[in-house]
């Protein structure tokens, strides 16, 4: 089942994701296995929000297993992904 995934970082800036992302898309395993969309932006609150969708939570840690040296090395704070079930997704 696929699933919604939403990460909260507070204190997170444009600059953090934008290099982060960069890593993390020029990695060789990019795209992951099982990973179909992906939304960031302001959360509003001065921090920033990220939405992912995987084809399941499995998925989304297997990703996680393999960027997550990137996040530790540029400074990412430690966060506690929401995974929730997605009844539909649409792609254009």
């Known amino acids: 089942m696929a699933v919604i995934v939403t990460v909260e970082i507070p204190g ?3 600059e953090l994701y934008e290099r982060t992302t960069q890593r993390v898309t020029n990695a060789p395993w990019w795209p992951p296995e099982g990973f179909l969309a992906h939304a960031a932006g302001p959360d509003g609150s001065g921090g920033w929000r990220v939405v992912d969708f995987f084809e399941s939570a499995e998925a989304f840690q ?10 530790q090395e540029e400074g990412m704070p430690p966060i506690v992904p929401r995974i929730e ?4 997704v649409v792609l254009k």
């Not at 079930?85 to 539909?88: E, K, M, Q």
Request: net charge neutral.
């Open 12 to 14: 997170g800036t444009q």
């Open 62 to 71: 297997a990703f996680v297993d393999k960027a997550m040296p990137i996040f």
């Open 85 to 88: 079930p997605a009844v539909n």
